[in-house]
């Protein structure tokens, strides 16, 4: 049984949902985003294969399909939108993600569909440049923020000016064992142990790290919401915030050792 989509924020007229217990079997923990405006919907980091079948069923109780004007890929990973192809089939959204993804995600979907006989990919894919940009939802609003290197090289989070919000993707994730995901960090230090070792080997450089929080800072965020794990909300956000500026990761951590390559890595099999 799934639970009942987590309200991030809700109004009359406009919603912030999150779905954190569609992932079953050996996927890791992913969240999965809805944002209604108006009765016009759409879709953050929706995931591959895995969650699309329970997703389709919570996402109709929300708004129709075919209202379903936009699917937000913060970046190319299969968790984020290996199921491109079945929402581009089942729905009539456009995909918006980085230019540098948009002509390799045509790769995911069948070459039957890929032509202008099909789902027309050219008109359904929607290239960002590094700068991202704005994109009007009903009656509001969503910014695509640059969080480039963070961790892919074209890397998108999507800002929700109406309940400001700020959708991070993979910045922020956290590894966690229990049902925990809607609930948000309370004990800071505690929570690094979660956080640590993926931010480490995920994110590029202290720099790219450094150089986001400071316009984060600038946003005046309501809540930082990632795609793994738990949400930070209030003074949570500033202690996440001051802590990914002074972590070293990604190239910070490699010398030359790293490359060298080891002996015998798989036994061959007779
Ligand atoms: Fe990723
Ligand atoms: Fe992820």
């Known amino acids: 049984m799934f ?30 985003f809805m944002i ?9 980091d929706p995931g591959g294969d895995l969650t699309f079948g329970a997703l389709t069923i919570e996402v109709a109780k929300y708004s129709s ?5 936009y699917i937000l890929a913060s970046h ?23 230019k540098l993804w948009s002509r390799f995600l045509p790769h995911l979907v069948p070459g ?3 032509d202008e ?21 009903g009656n509001s609003e969503i910014i695509a923020v640059p969080a480039h290197f963070l961790h892919s090289v074209g890397n998108f989070q999507f800002f929700d000016v109406k309940s400001r919000i700020l959708f991070s993707g993979d910045m922020g994730a956290s590894l966690i064992e229990d049902n925990s995901a809607a609930e948000p960090v309370l004990n800071f230090k505690k ?24 316009v984060v800072k600038s946003l005046n965020v309501s809540m930082i919401v990632p795609q793994h794990g738990k949400p930070f909300a209030g003074e949570q956000i500033y202690e996440f915030l001051d802590w990914i500026s002074n972590l070293e990761c990604g190239i910070d951590l490699i010398d ?4 060298q390559p080891q002996v015998s890595v798989f036994e061959q099999t007779a």
């Open 117 to 137: 006989t099909g789902i027309s990919l050219n008109k359904r894919i929607i290239g960002l440049s590094d700068k991202g940009g704005s994109i009007k939802l």
């Open 36 to 44: 209604v405006n108006n009765k016009r919907s759409a879709l953050i």
């Open 76 to 98: 190319q990973d299969p968790d984020i939108i290996a199921s491109l192809p079945k929402w581009l089939i089942k729905s009539p959204a456009k995909v918006i993600t980085s």
């Open 3 to 32: 639970k009942r989509a987590v309200p991030l924020y809700e109004d009359d007229s406009h919603s912030c949902l999150a779905f954190v217990d569609l992932v079953k079997g050996s996927g890791i923990q992913s969240n999965q």
């Open 191 to 214: 929570h690094i142990l979660n956080m640590e070792g993926f931010h480490k080997r995920y994110m590029t450089s202290n720099k790219a790290c450094r150089l986001w929080a400071g």
């Open 256 to 259: 030359e050792s790293f490359y």
């Open 112 to 114: 039957y569909l890929n």
């Open 65 to 69: 399909l075919d209202n379903l004007d």
